[in-house]
């Protein structure tokens, strides 16, 4: 290396220390201002570093004026060059910055969908989105929260519904048995039985929801849907018989295929519910049919098909829900019986077993249809 290339190496060098350290400290003090005028700063000092570093080496070769002025006009040109870059970035920058900013204002107290610019990097970009998703998981979230505390409201209305008359009905009896102004006391006493049964059904139907929404698991292992139909079958002949309703069940004979892996009772009390369900609602001389198979994706299905008459079908999407009789008035006189917690019962036994369960219309009726997985080599 010759003596002017050390030269031009050493202005170079010490020119570039000189401006570097002097745009550090400006950079330090504007560390909490704006991004984009850190990041212009930012830009400024490398090429105030070149022109500084450029000009003292021009003048240190004695090159001409002429040479001299448009090296200096290029290194003017490509500076405004570098300028507009560092403030067009930092226009992009800042803009993804106060879209960020925004969304995250909003985050918690709005569940709108917020306008945001999409000509901000990708770094901010995917900020953007991911806080778009968290919205929109905060929004079901909410509408969630919404309809279980509408469904929680509207259960202790119909339960307080279903509790007072026959509560109002105990008190009555019970006072005419003080006053002695009942002559049929064993009566009284039969339909304080009576009652008194009805009000535990209620109270044993609120304790079978909520713990199904709240206990673990209970221990599991293979279960016979069909030898779990006929048991229901054989348990609801008497309560078929006194509503005049017909009951059968129909299997296939290889019993292997329809094994599913739950626990028995919450199934037999999810199967129950619906073959209950179908004789109150199936009229007189009409039949509750059960049936029970192995669908082509080796699933199991269970379906009880009644004689209702069918479901409005407007009230399809309804009939699972707490508390949902089918009955507007929710008269306790009618023959309606307990307190539309048998269907939710049901749909809470079936989802926590990794089941599906349906309801659709049909000649004379509807089925309800229940699908479980069957028994694995690993249950």
């Known amino acids: 290396m010759n003596r002017d290339q050390m030269t031009i190496f050493a202005l170079t060098a010490g020119w570039t220390l000189v401006v570097g350290v002097a745009g550090s400290a400006v950079l330090w003090r504007f560390r909490r201002k704006s991004l984009r005028l850190t990041i212009i700063v930012a830009g400024l000092v490398p090429m105030l570093a070149a022109l500084a570093a450029v000009t003292q080496s021009v003048q240190a070769m004695f090159i001409s004026g002429h040479d001299s002025l448009v ?16 403030v067009l970035l ?21 569940y709108e969908p917020v306008a945001g610019n999409s000509d901000v990097p990708a770094e901010l ?57 009942i002559d049929d006391v064993p009566g009284a006493l039969r339909q304080m039985r009576t009652t008194v049964d009805r009000m535990t059904g ?17 221990r599991r292992s293979a279960v016979s849907l069909r030898e779990l139909a006929e048991d229901v079958v054989g348990e609801s002949c008497e309560h078929a018989r006194s509503e005049g309703v017909g009951l059968s069940v129909s299997t296939p004979a290889d019993d292997d295929r329809l094994a599913v892996h739950g626990d ?18 199936t009229e007189r001389g009409g039949e509750v049919k059960l049936s029970v198979d192995r669908e082509d994706d080796g699933r199991v299905r269970l379906a009880v098909t009644d004689g209702c008459g069918g479901i409005p ?21 009618s023959n309606s019986t307990g307190g539309g917690l048998g269907l939710a019962i049901a749909r809470g036994v079936v989802e926590s077993h990794d089941g599906n369960i349906a309801v659709a219309n049909v000649d004379g009726g509807c089925a309800f249809q229940i699908e479980l997985p069957p028994v694995t080599a690993g249950s």
């Open 90 to 110: 930092g226009h992009w920058v800042s803009a993804g910055s106060r879209d960020v900013g925004r969304r995250l204002r909003h985050l918690g107290t709005s």
């Open 125 to 181: 970009s995917a900020i953007t989105d991911e806080l778009e998703m968290t919205r929109q998981r905060l929004a079901a979230s909410r509408d969630r929260e919404r309809a279980l505390e509408a469904s929680r409201r509207e259960l202790v209305a119909f339960m307080s519904h279903d509790l007072r008359t026959p509560l109002a009905g105990l008190r009555a009896v019970s006072e005419g048995l003080e006053d002695g102004v």
């Open 264 to 281: 028995a009772d919450e199934l037999t009390r999810a199967v129950s519910n619906l073959v209950g369900n179908a004789i109150r609602h």
């Open 202 to 218: 209620l109270v044993d139907d609120l304790f079978e929801l909520s713990r199904l929404s709240a206990a673990p698991p209970r």
């Open 313 to 333: 079908d407007n009230d399809l999407a309804r009939v699972f829900d707490i508390g949902w009789r089918g009955d507007e008035q929710r008269d306790p006189a």
């Open 71 to 86: 090296v200096l006009w290029t290194l003017a040109f490509s500076g405004l060059l570098g300028l507009a870059m560092s």
